[in-house]
Nanobody, 123 residues
Framework: QTRVVESGGGLVQTGGSLRLSCTTS????????MAWFRQAPGDEREFVGG????????AYGDSAKGRFTVTRDSAKNMGYLQMNSLKPDDTAIYYC????????????????WGQGTQVTVSS
């Protein structure tokens, strides 16, 4: 069993920044993608960005391009989502997820999910 835990959400003003963190425990894989999704009330769960752990390749959803950055620290077994220039539309629950595939952008490609962390951007 693979456990995923994210942290770092909170309340921030428009234009501010937040960094979310994600770590895994339990069964691990040599080749996997760690990704971030978000879901606002009434909306579908949306791909934000992801990183292929072994090669450091990244992919981003349209809403994240130019503002958000996904990184990882293998030594610490930590993945990060750096969010800059935040807007009220970024308000959502952010989820970290793990897939054994390569940079999938669809939620059903991911088998392991964290519990989510709330990000609220005030205007």
């Amino acid at each position: 069993q693979t456990r995923v835990v994210e942290s770092g959400g909170g309340l921030v003003q428009t234009g501010g920044s937040l960094r979310l963190s994600c770590t895994t425990s339990g069964r691990t894989f040599n080749e996997f993608t760690m990704a971030w999704f978000r879901q606002a009330p009434g909306d579908e769960r949306e791909f934000v960005g992801g990183i292929y752990w072994s090669t450091n390749h990244t992919a981003y959803g349209d809403s994240a391009k130019g503002r958000f950055t996904v990184t990882r620290d293998s030594a610490k077994n930590m993945g990060y989502l750096q969010m800059n220039s935040l807007k009220p539309d970024d308000t959502a629950i952010y989820y970290c997820a793990v897939s054994r595939g390569f940079l999938g952008t669809v939620r059903y490609e991911y088998n392991y999910w964290g519990q989510g962390t709330q990000v609220t951007v005030s205007s």
